[in-house]
């Protein structure tokens, strides 16, 4: 069974200071990684996924298997980052479709 | 509509009742999924319907929990004889079809507060 671990519940940063978001992972094989954030009355929405390997809103995620991690990084945050991050986890190739398994999620606050 | 629709989007009942959470789909999508989002427990995958059949009933908590979806289009989430600990955000997701791994699109949940 896989498991996603977000090991912060709650995150505070300054406007313009960097901001990690942690996240680990346990799964025996290969797995598809992804962020997705819920802003403040909207809808969960995918963020991004680490076999894109592109940046989005200025957020980059590095799939670590050594470390087992996959954690979310933006060099300088903004307000408008304030918002509920999940990591998300889907075996490749596998036959859970879609099954993702998220991790607890953690909200982010940038203070002006 | 252009996403995922649910209703109701807030539902309060009392222990003991039944309650029906709706859920229609992005047209075209094959693919349906109901997750419940709790205070500290992060999503939790309930069951996943690819078409009208659930090959992965494995996330509903006990037998009071049930789902269907006919048409390939609406699905309904049951929960006899609520209890408190029911109490939740019920999250329902499409994608088109079942290999779109990952690729998700969720609606605005449906709040359910039993009391």
């Known amino acids: 069974a896989q498991r996603v671990t977000q090991p912060e519940k709650l995150l505070s940063v300054f406007k313009g200071a960097p901001v990690e978001l942690k996240c680990n992972y346990s799964y025996s094989g290969s797995p598809e990684l992804f962020w997705y954030v819920q802003y403040s009355r909207q809808r969960l929405q995918l963020l991004l996924r680490?076999?894109s390997r592109e940046s989005i809103k200025g957020f980059t995620a590095d799939l670590n298997k050594g470390e087992t991690s996959f954690h979310l990084k933006k060099p300088f945050a903004q307000e408008e980052d304030s918002a509920m991050y999940y990591c998300?986890?889907?075996?490749?190739?596998?036959?859970?479709?879609?099954?993702?398994?998220f991790g607890q999620g953690t909200i982010l606050t940038v203070h002006p | 509509g252009a996403g995922v629709s649910q209703s109701p989007s807030n539902k309060v009942t009392e222990k003991g009742k039944d309650v029906e959470l709706r859920c229609d789909p992005i047209?075209?999508?094959?693919?349906l999924y109901w997750y419940r989002q709790s205070l500290g427990q992060g999503l939790e995958f309930l069951i996943y319907f690819q078409g009208n059949s659930a090959p992965d009933k494995s996330g509903l908590p006990s037998d009071r929990f049930s789902a269907e979806r006919t048409g390939g289009s609406v699905s309904t989430l049951t929960i006899q004889r609520t209890q408190q600990e029911d109490s939740a955000v019920y999250l329902c997701?499409?994608?088109?079809?079942?290999?779109?791994?990952?690729?998700?699109?969720f609606g605005e949940g449906s709040r359910l507060t039993v009391l």
């Open positions: 680490h076999i």
């Open positions: 998300a986890l889907v075996p490749a190739g596998g036959t859970s479709y879609g099954k993702l398994t």
């Open positions: 997701a499409s994608s088109f079809r079942a290999g779109d791994t990952g690729e998700l699109f």
């Open positions: 047209s075209g999508h094959t693919a």
